[in-house]
């Protein structure tokens, strides 16, 4: 059965601490893994799409990172306006699946 | 910004009744989706649309139908609305025949609370 399963569900980061979240994907025919950021009241922001393991894509304090069973999300240095719920997302043979999300909090 | 537009972007209505959610997109993409979220199950596809008048089911479908008459409008239906279909819904598009194209952007929402 296709499954993305993101963890850990609540992160508490202080201010310039670096961490991962991470998302652990079995899903047939991969065609991309995507990362989007998510604001409370608000649609989910498009962050990164991967196609195959190896790639890796950064933007600005984030990097998202592809191998053939996970993908991490390493955040360096985060600010407190980097507080959100992070969602990891893939699309295969069933079209597209969703973990449900990394609750980011980042503390002055 | 995908140029998604949802309308109502919040709804109350009562158990049995009709409802109709409005996806308006600017920018006449092929693929639209409709998803419902819900705490620990996050984005579920109810149904996505590959073109006008072609249509296919998602992951959670029954009890919702959908149209699509225009390119830029995806509307989805709650036939006799249910208690269990209290939840936020979203629109979504991909830009088909572009490099990024399995990436799907998203709507705002519209929160739904059926009583």
């Known amino acids: 059965e296709d499954q993305v399963t993101q963890s850990p569900e609540a992160l508490r980061l202080q201010e310039g601490e670096s961490s991962s979240l991470n998302c652990s994907y079995t899903?047939?025919?991969?065609?991309?893994l995507f990362w989007y950021r998510q604001d409370p009241g608000k649609g989910p922001e498009f962050l990164f799409t991967?196609?195959?393991a190896g790639e890796e894509k950064e933007k600005e304090r984030l990097k998202a990172t592809l191998t053939k069973k996970e993908s991490f999300l390493h955040i360096t240095a985060p600010k407190p306006e980097d507080s959100a719920t992070y969602l990891c997302?893939?699309?295969?043979?069933?079209?597209?699946?969703f973990g449900t999300g990394t609750r980011l909090k980042v503390l002055a | 910004d995908a140029g998604i537009t949802q309308s109502p972007r919040h709804k109350v209505t009562e158990t049995g009744t009709p409802v109709t959610l409005r996806c308006h997109q600017t920018?006449?993409?092929?693929?639209m989706y409709w998803y419902r979220q819900d705490p620990g199950h996050g984005l579920r596809l109810i149904h996505y649309?590959?073109?006008?008048?072609?249509?296919d089911k998602g992951e959670v479908s029954d009890g919702y139908s959908v149209s699509r008459s225009k390119t830029e409008d995806f509307l989805l239906t709650l036939e006799s609305a249910t208690s269990s279909q209290t939840s936020v819904y979203f629109c979504?598009?991909?830009?088909?025949?572009?490099?990024?194209?399995?990436?799907?952007?998203f709507g705002p929402g519209t929160r739904l609370l059926v009583l």
């Open positions: 979504a598009i991909s830009r088909s025949g572009t490099v990024n194209q399995e990436t799907q952007y």
């Open positions: 899903v047939s025919g991969l065609r991309g």
């Open positions: 991967l196609y195959s």
């Open positions: 997302g893939a699309s295969g043979t069933y079209k597209y699946i």
């Open positions: 920018e006449n993409h092929r693929y």
């Open positions: 649309s590959y073109g006008v008048k072609d249509t």
